[in-house]
């Protein structure tokens, strides 16, 4: 288990060591959810939950030429 610091600003805030944002591949606009249990406190990461649908519609294998084609009508239709 890794361990880092990091310090409480004036204004309350603080810093999360890079060995945790690596660990946990966090990214800006990520957000944290703070519990306190037993005189603890407990971060947990709030990933977005679409990833894990990833991979589960499968659509075969397409045509790019076509979906180009389709792309182009459909944004020259938007404009008409």
Known sequence: ???ATSRITSKFQTTIPKVVRDNLK????????????????IVRTNKKQFLR???IIKIG????EDDRK???????DKHR
């Open 26 to 41: 966090l990214a800006v606009s990520d957000t944290l959810n703070w519990e306190i249990e037993n005189d603890k406190i």
């Open 70 to 76: 389709l792309a182009k009508k459909l944004r020259m």
């Open 53 to 55: 649908y990833r991979n």
């Open 1 to 3: 288990m890794e361990s």
């Open 61 to 64: 294998a397409g045509d790019v």
